[in-house]
């Protein structure tokens, strides 16, 4: 009697388990549109695209380095050189400051007015961890915000497009209101402003080939995802997941490189792990494209994290794949 019990109980659990996972998979994992199997060659565009992502990653994480409160005099040198960048590309940027401790302290935006008044927000944290250059983390995103912003300059789309440049998203200040991507959603929900979406973009630069170099968060996600970080991500909370759908279905109809998406609970470790997080606070949806960093980088917060680790044909097919994705979305 007690046998059929336990095998009972067992078999219950197995099939609570099965439900559980067959239902993330539809809800939060199962993604449209066909995924490309593998990286496409760069074209001359491309090419040009990735020398310019190499010069900024080389100014952010080598010429200024270590960028944070620690290091103010290196937080405002990539403020400077963030600002510097997009006024180059006939832009108009504007800092958008809060003091913390004392000092202050700036995000960097450039508006592109579009025909209504729906705003979609590209972002990316320009401060590094303590003790760390930041390449991947997150001079990749910089260099990837200021190319898209470059390549919208001047164009028009029914959306009105914002570029901010995000200070201090690392520890100290990770998942807290001194976050400048927290001060500046809060900003933007108290003036009413209609943001349809947000793209934040962290440690995109990072790629292998090698059978195991991808881990997850938790074992059950191994199941569904490559085990090579040959990928890009995409993650989102639940409540984000249309936007996060749609992103990924333009992204793979771009066809540049493989992509993997997932909307899952934010308590999920790596799941809100950037400035994407400020925006579900108050109240937008948002989402991180990511090569997935401490579950693949292995310099990640690191002070090997430097400009030479990058792979920057990968790299490059990203940032090609974004400015499709918010072609797409803008539209």
Known sequence: MNVRRIVGSATRIAVALLVILLFAWFFGIRMPERNPSKAAVLNETEISLRTELVTDVQKLAGEIGERNMNRYPQLLAAADFIEASMTSAGLKPQRVSYELRGRACHNIEVEIRGTSPEVFVIGAHYDSVFGCPGANDNGSGVAALLALARRFAGKSARQTLRFVAFVNEEPPYFQSEEMGSFVYAKRCQARGDRITGMISLE????????????????????????????????????????????????????????????????????????????????????????????????????????????????????????????KDLAQ
Request: hydrophobic letters at 40%.
């Open 203 to 326: 440690t995109i630069g990072y790629f292998s080939d090698a059978p195991g170099s991808q881990k997850y968060p938790g074992a059950g996600l191994g199941f569904f995802y490559p085990s090579k970080g040959n990928f890009i991500g995409f993650a989102a909370n639940t409540s984000s997941r249309s936007l996060l759908r749609a992103t990924v279905a333009a992204f793979r109809k771009a066809g540049r490189l493989p992509c993997e998406g997932a909307a899952l609970p934010a308590a999920i470790p790596g799941i809100g792990w950037s400035d994407q997080w400020s925006f579900w606070q108050c109240g937008y949806p948002a989402i991180m494209v990511t090569d997935t960093a401490p579950f693949r980088y292995p310099h990640y917060h690191e002070p090997t994290d430097t400009s030479e680790k990058l792979d920057y044909d990968r790299f490059a097919l990203v940032v090609s794949g974004m400015e499709s994705v918010i």
